[in-house]
């Protein structure tokens, strides 16, 4: 895709004038800003569990709070119940109904005005820089939620929730996790959910999906899918550390669907190569928007999701500016800068979401 046919496309309707005169991430005129400077860009997270509202008891400093978005600047933020919370630290009943109980956290700041919640296309058009309240958009990251049917996948959307993680730490009804000894392809249970997950207007996340699930959900997906928070093996490792990370055949899978790839700040080393700085993750990403595309380049942080190690220089999503400053040194445009930290991710969601 051409550059100049990639910046008419990520235009949504009306967005452009709600991010004021001074060009948007969306606009065909060069962003004037400071290298770390991301005011008046939309900034988008499509995978966090704010609040630590998956209720684990463990202490993760990377969880954003609301005040923690407000001060970073956030527009949306993926507010994302643990689907499968119940098969590795028990809960409340079902995965259903414990999943409930965790996007209730979340419901209930929106009943309080603290929290706005995205529920189709028409709520886009209401995303600024920096709001006052932030937006949040209810996700789940387990399939297993769902205890394999449909009429749950109806009862969460009706509730709210617009995207779901196919599979997350354990193989499901749906198919195969990376960290899985098999792997096959989406089950038929899994291709229904995909397709009526495009019907009613859910954004499909394929993170933590191994090989041939993820290929197969490209094969039945109708509308863009994204992987949330994962990143490419480290050159000359690939295939080698940690499941989580993805070959360049499976990124650009996600990226035929006109999808998006979302890097994360998982710190580690391999045996000729590391990532462990803002550096080393700025470097991935221009790797990426070589190979990918920018318009397939994203960012999700999978704050208060327990990574083990994260780059040095990153502490929660309140670090963006250090991320920023050091892509630009990298030597990503400005209006890259836009397209990564939100554009392209809004575009999806334009695809995919409800009227």
């Known amino acids: 895709m051409k550059r100049r046919q990639f910046l008419s496309i990520c235009s949504v309707a009306g967005l452009a004038a709600l991010l004021n005169d001074s060009s948007s991430a969306f606009g065909q005129e060069p962003l004037a ?3 770390d400077d991301l ?4 900034i988008i997270d499509p995978h ?8 684990s008891r463990r202490y993760d400093p990377t969880t954003p709070s609301l005040s923690m978005l407000k001060s970073a600047g956030v ?20 995965p259903f109904n414990d999943t409930q109980a965790q996007l209730g956290r979340a419901r209930r700041l929106a009943e309080k005005g603290e929290l706005q919640l995205v529920l189709g296309r028409g709520d886009l058009q209401a995303l600024k820089p920096a709001p006052d309240v932030p937006f949040g958009l209810l996700a789940i990251e387990g399939g297993d939620a ?4 449909l009429e749950n996948l109806d009862a969460f959307f009706r509730d709210g929730v617009r995207m779901m ?3 997350h730490e354990r193989d499901n009804e749906i198919g195969h996790n990376q960290r899985s000894d098999t792997d096959g392809p989406l089950t038929p249970f899994g291709a229904q959910v995909v397709e009526h997950m495009n019907e009613l207007g859910m954004l499909v996340d394929v993170a933590h999906a191994r090989t041939a ?3 197969s959900v490209t094969e039945v997906a109708k509308m863009p899918i994204i992987d949330s928070h994962t990143g490419p093996f480290l050159p000359g490792e690939e295939g080698r550390g940690s499941r989580r990370l993805r070959s360049w055949q499976e990124m650009e899978w996600i990226a035929g669907t006109g999808g998006v790839v979302c890097t994360w700040p998982f710190g580690f080393s391999g045996r000729r190569s590391e990532r462990t700085t803002l550096r080393h993750w700025a470097a991935e990403v221009m790797r990426m928007k070589s190979r990918l595309g920018i318009e397939h380049c994203g960012l999700g942080t999978d704050g208060g999701g327990g990574l083990p190690q994260v780059v040095e220089g990153w502490e929660s999503i309140a670090s963006l500016p250090a991320l920023a400053r050091a892509l630009r040194d990298a030597g990503l445009s400005a209006n890259d800068l836009a397209a990564f930290v939100g554009g392209n991710v809004v575009r ?7 009227m």
């Open 213 to 215: 699930t993820l290929k």
């Open 146 to 149: 769902l205890e394999g049917s």
């Open 33 to 35: 800003m400071a290298p």
């Open 348 to 354: 999806v969601l334009d695809r995919c979401l409800p």
């Open 165 to 167: 993680t196919l599979v």
């Open 39 to 42: 005011r008046g860009l939309l």
């Open 48 to 55: 966090a569990h704010p609040e630590q509202m998956h209720g």
């Open 75 to 94: 527009a949306l933020c993926a507010f994302s119940a643990v689907g499968d919370a119940t098969f590795f630290r028990g809960g409340s009943g079902t």
